[in-house]
């Protein structure tokens, strides 16, 4: 099974950078490309107990950086039933955005 994985994961790499090319050789692509685009960024946050407990702040941007979305993540012990997520509403994105601006860049 693992190989399975593997190997599909090897061709659609392959078939990706097939696409990075493209896009680099046509404006057209390039801009094909880039407007379906949009990142995150995970930010781990400090706990008192790092192997036990971990939370987290993922936020997504569009391809202008522009943060458009949040979630807060947390997870007790190991396996997929200990972690859970949450949305991040209006008023506490905004909450979010002020404290990362200060300290945090991404380049």
Do not use: C, H, W
Request: net charge negative; charged share 35%; glycine share 6%.
């Amino acid at each position: 099974m693992a190989g399975d994985i593997n190997e599909a994961a090897e061709k659609k790499f392959k078939s990706r950078i097939r696409k990075f090319k493209k896009v680099l050789k046509s404006e057209d692509e390039k801009e094909k490309f880039f407007d379906q685009l949009g990142a995150s960024v995970e930010i781990y946050l400090p706990t008192k107990n790092p192997e036990e407990e971990v939370d987290s702040i993922i936020f997504y941007t569009n391809i202008d950086g522009t943060i458009i979305d949040a979630e807060y993540s947390y997870a007790q012990g190991e396996g997929e039933d200990s972690l859970t997520s949450i949305p991040v509403e209006d008023k506490d994105l905004d909450t979010l955005k002020d404290v990362f601006s200060e300290g945090f860049k991404l380049s």
